[in-house]
């Protein structure tokens, strides 16, 4: 793991081995398991669009309306790769809104739609036609981009989310896994507590995340936790 004094990026890089469980998500559509390799490469893809597609530079803010998904987990850690600020539930006031296909209905100005398909998969045609006007799906575009970030610059203390420092998100993360001293694999049942969590947990820790979407109350019994909240 990363020292205490780095950035998000940076302690997403420093996983020792990339090949271990970083998220694992379990819905309606199955149980997915990403790799520290898979969403690494993911938050750079990320990343990189923000900066090359959309224009945006540090301190920018993105509100952010993703459900309880992996997507959200890669796209916060994509965000703070970006050194830019998560906004849950930001509307107009923020520089980029990305939301879920259910989420984006109603929101206000332009909405970039990440599909929620369990492989990551952009939506079906017939789904994209159901957008409203001025929302689109750029699942396509971030998949498009390359494996690693381009620009890469320290963003220790820009600022992540809720006038937090991305210093002092990994240390709330380190604060609570203290509380569970030991513990490398966590459940997260779905809703909104600790809902950065599952991005953090596996930084501070070198272990992974847990999270259901809430459709199976009793999907977390099924695995092997070493603890849950």
């Keep these: 793991m990363a020292g205490p004094n780095t950035d998000i990026r940076t ?28 969403v690494r490469n993911g ?22 309306h993703l459900p309880w998904h992996w997507q959200r987990i890669t796209w916060l850690l994509g965000i703070w790769s970006a050194g830019c600020t998560v906004v849950p539930g930001g509307g107009e006031e923020c520089d980029l809104l990305v939301a879920g296909p259910t989420e984006a209905i109603g929101l206000p100005g332009t909405v970039h739609v990440i599909s929620t398909h369990p492989w990551g998969m952009p939506l079906d045609a017939a789904a ?35 006038e937090l ?14 509380a569970y001293p030991g513990a490398l ?22 272990g992974s995340a ?3 979407d809430g459709s199976d109350p ?12």
């Design 128 to 162: 994209a036609a159901q957008l409203p006007p001025g929302i689109e799906d750029v699942t396509d575009l971030v998949r498009s981009q390359p494996d690693e970030q381009l620009n890469v610059a320290d963003h220790s203390m820009q600022i992540a989310l809720d």
């Design 210 to 212: 847990v999270i259901t």
């Design 11 to 38: 302690a997403l890089v420093a996983r020792r081995d990339p090949s271990q469980p970083f998220i694992t998500h379990l819905s309606v559509d199955g149980r997915v398991e990403l790799s520290g390799a898979s």
């Design 185 to 206: 694999r966590l459940g997260i049942g779905h809703g909104e507590y600790q809902w950065w969590l599952p991005a953090v947990w596996p930084l501070v820790t070198g």
């Design 218 to 229: 009793g999907a977390l019994a099924v695995e092997l936790l070493d603890a849950s909240v």
């Design 43 to 64: 938050a750079a893809k990320i990343a990189n669009a923000l900066i090359d597609e959309f224009d945006l530079r540090p301190g920018d803010a993105v509100g952010v």
């Design 165 to 178: 420092t991305q210093v002092e998100v990994l240390q709330m993360g380190r604060d609570i896994a203290a």
